[in-house]
């Protein structure tokens, strides 16, 4: 069940559109604010607030990379796995992460800290290869600066 302040969130973004259908991105990134991913039982509650299907709400969830339908830890890697970064050694830095982490794709550390997940392109192809941690974009990543990063975040 969607809490009274996301519920109001919402309604508020709905205003700015002439259908409340067109809020639904909006909707799934306010309840991922404040919850950290988007449940089923969310869908559904966003679904009946915008007067759309579940399916369609669900469409546009798992459509977009950065809305996350299962829980996730407190810091999100994104590792750009495009052409331009494969051909700049992506497989190498996805390995020494995996290694370091104990996580492959898809995967979160034991201790809630780290979920690992790969992303098609993160439009930094002439600085590849290139990662996100959270929404921190870093470039030209090294095994090295990969260590330094990960102690960063908490």
Request: hydrophobic share 35%; net charge negative; proline share 3%.
């Amino acid at each position: 069940m969607l809490s009274e302040e996301e519920i109001k969130e919402i309604q508020e973004e709905i205003k700015q559109y002439p259908y409340p259908a067109v809020a639904c991105i909006d909707a799934l990134k306010i309840v991922q604010h404040h919850r950290g991913w988007v449940s089923d039982e969310s869908v559904k509650d966003i679904a009946q607030l915008l007067s759309i299907s579940n399916e369609e709400v669900d469409g546009v969830a798992t459509f977009y990379s950065r809305i996350y339908r299962k829980p996730v830890g407190r810091n999100v890697i994104l590792i750009c796995d495009s052409v331009s970064c494969m051909i700049m050694g992506y497989e190498s830095l996805y390995e020494h992460i995996s290694k370091k982490l104990g996580i492959r794709f898809g995967g979160t550390t034991s201790d809630g800290r780290f979920t690992l997940l790969p992303n098609s392109c993160l439009g930094d192809c002439d600085n590849a290869p290139a990662l996100m941690i959270n929404n921190d974009h870093f470039n030209k990543i090294t095994a090295e600066k990969i260590d330094e990063l990960l102690k960063r975040y908490k």
